[in-house]
């Protein structure tokens, strides 16, 4: 019974044994594998990759670095001085519009108004000139005026009398250079300086006299139509 007992003892050790080597041995086999297994992928990944940058360049870095520096002092000096540009226009603009919306309002109160003055009966609403008389009148005008009085005419062929547009061409004309006081400048614009914006308004000034004197000057006969509507040459 003993001899039994033993023999049973020694065959369960024998299978934990035979368990353990086993193990050991499917541990050993999947390390091995597994190693091979890395060993390949490190070797593919190391093909596949070999023009790769493997390391970061300490010089190279600082020089980006320091470019990228430079670049953002250089680009906040520049929006300083945007901003510069951008606030002397707007101050020129809001003087030039002013000056235009003033010289808008006399000139229809004295001469296109229904309810002004009416310094000229002769001026007709809306007003529009017959071409010899326009074309008299260029002839007339100073070389800095002309621009703008060609517009002030053709505008009146278009039952208007866009005296905005044609003021502020006098400004450029003038020395102003950008005359459009009511809209942004388009980016690079070469915008006047304090000497130019005088002389701009100067032109602005000249002009607003030019046409009062003109249309001061206008008769029925000078009306692009008669009573009847009939076209004048």
């Keep these: 019974m ?3 007992l033993r023999a049973k003892a020694e065959e369960l050790r024998r299978q934990n044994e035979a368990e353990k080597k086993e193990v050991e ?3 050993t086999e999947y390390n091995d594998v597994l190693e091979q297994q890395y060993i390949r992928l490190q070797e593919e990944l190391a093909r596949e990759m070999k023009d790769r940058k493997w390391s970061v360049d300490q010089q190279e870095q600082a020089k980006r670095e320091l470019e990228a520096k430079k670049a953002e002092m250089e680009a906040e000096a520049e929006e300083a001085r945007e ?3 951008k606030q002397a226009w707007e101050s020129k603009a809001s003087e030039g519009s002013k000056v235009i919306d003033k ?3 006399k000139i229809s109160d004295d001469f296109l108004s229904f309810r002004g003055k009416n310094l000229n009966p002769a001026i007709t609403k809306p007003q529009v000139w017959r071409r010899s008389f326009e074309n008299e009148w260029i002839d007339k005008a100073p070389e800095e005026l002309k621009d703008a009085l060609e517009t002030l005419f053709d505008s009146t062929h278009e039952d208007r009398f866009d005296l905005k547009e044609s003021m502020q061409i006098a400004y450029a004309v003038g020395g102003g250079k ?3 006081f009511y809209h942004e400048p ?3 614009a070469r915008l006047p300086d304090d000497k130019e914006h005088k002389a701009g308004l100067k032109n602005m000034a000249k002009f607003e006299k030019f046409v009062r004197k003109m249309l001061v000057a206008t008769t029925k006969e000078d009306n692009a139509f008669d009573e009847d509507g ?3 040459d």
């Design 186 to 188: 388009k980016e690079n």
């Design 103 to 105: 010289v808008e309002k």
């Design 25 to 27: 041995e499917t541990e």
């Design 178 to 180: 950008n005359g459009d």
């Design 230 to 232: 009939n076209e004048r």
């Design 2 to 4: 003993s001899r039994s």
């Design 83 to 85: 901003k510069a540009v």
